[in-house]
């Protein structure tokens, strides 16, 4: 049955029972549910939190249908119940004939009030600017047997956004897709790494719908690692057809913690290794995406940082800039405007989105925006409070970026101190020499700096 069909009877029907249609996070969840998603995979690949679809949009919109339907649906039975209540009860009569589907509507409602730019672009957005080149690069390298990708940027640069559509595309070639956000390992686990081995595997096993079988797998006199890769190869690998697409975002959360990585890191460049010499490794293709260098002692020859296919997410070009002010519904031809914006915050996703939101709902002109941007009353104060309260526990970096900031040119910073602030976002590189990345950063900080707040006694120390 056509699912599109489907749930517009469906929103009749609700409609009828005077119950509010369908709204645009359940529609997510039942195309989901006809892909045989899990709640975690479905949730992750829309840019939602797994927790809120699980314990929150789910249960209400099953005993929603529950109410329609006569019958009590569960995620298990759901499209069974739903195909089969269509069929039987929709006739002609009640068919819905003008009334526009709930995820049309949700399109046009965004368009004209775009929500608040938070965290990852979702799917359906229209506000997602599309990084055509990096898009194509990764979609033809996820086809080829044993692929590895890794996607590296400053935060807020669009890398999960970017994820979640290179997903989808493996969706629809028929792969089976883990997304694993490693910001939801508890502290407990990142520090042992027989547990984050164990926890990875289990979720894994969770989001393809296997049994968990960690324990048959399981030898202290292998060893973890040799553990794992044989669930993987001997279970996991084996128990599928198609190609699976690992995706591991948030990867610096492991990078700091040393002796994790130490075990972990090493582990995925084996398997990309094993790819080459067994078959069965050529099913796997693994995603890697962080935002930060590998600030512990890791063998670089051991580590997956130096093989595959790398990204580096880039800066919005002006004309991207004046595309996406379009989707805001702003009138920017003329590009002074985007001159004026770009001149402040350089062509930052993150920061642009911002700008163009705020501009887009006439609560702020241009000239406020730019005005109050470097200071603690600014759209931009969460961004760059949570910048300085990095450099504030680290007295080395703030002496580097403060020599990069009084100087009126580039600078040689020392090797580790300039990947640093460039993995933050703060410095742009030009070979060994450094400059400040935008004016937003050289006002905000140097303001800082004539407040002496730039040298704490913790950095005098």
Known sequence: MNLDYLLETIDYQLIECRNHPLNSAEIIILRGIWQYRTYSQIAIEAGYSPGYFTNVVAPELLERLSEVVGKRVTKKNCRLLLESYVTTQATPETKPVKQEPAESSAKIN??????????????????????????????????????????????????????????????????????????QVDQAILSDSNKFLRWLCANIAHQLQRKLMLDEYWDEDLGNKISCTLYF???????????????????????????????????????????????????????????????????????????????????????????????????????QEIGK???????????????????????????????????????????LQRHWAILEKQPELVKAFDTVLNAAETVALDPSLSYKLSSMGLITLSGDRAIVSCELYRRFFTKKGEQNLFYTPTSLE
């Open 341 to 383: 914006l770009m001149a402040m915050v350089g062509g930052h996703p993150a920061m642009i989105h911002l700008a163009l939101y705020h501009l887009s709902k006439g609560e702020i002109t241009l000239s406020q925006l730019l005005d109050t941007a470097p200071t603690a009353t600014g759209i931009y104060r969460n961004h």
């Open 233 to 335: 190869q001997d279970y996991l690998l084996e128990s599928i057809n198609a190609p699976l697409v690992l995706a591991l975002d948030e990867v610096n959360q492991i990078i700091e913690h040393p002796q994790v990585a130490k075990d972990f890191l090493p582990l995925l460049r084996s398997w990309y290794e094993e790819s080459k010499r067994l078959p069965i490794w050529q099913k796997l293709r693994i995603l890697v995406v962080h935002s930060t260098e590998i600030y512990v002692p890791l063998e670089l020859n051991q580590s997956p940082f130096n093989v595959g296919l790398p990204i580096h997410l880039e800066s919005f070009t002006q004309e991207e800039v004046q595309q996406l002010a379009k989707c805001y519904g702003l009138n920017w031809g003329d590009g």
């Open 110 to 183: 965004q368009e004209i009030s775009p929500c608040y730019p938070s965290g990852a672009v979702p799917l359906d957005s229209p506000f997602y600017l599309k990084r055509s080149s990096c898009e194509e690069q990764i979609c033809r390298e996820i086809k080829k047997p044993g692929a590895l990708i890794r996607i590296k940027a400053p935060r807020e640069m669009g890398k999960t956004s970017l994820l979640l559509r290179v997903l989808d595309y493996a969706n629809n070639l028929g792969y089976h897709t883990i997304s694993l956000n490693l910001q």
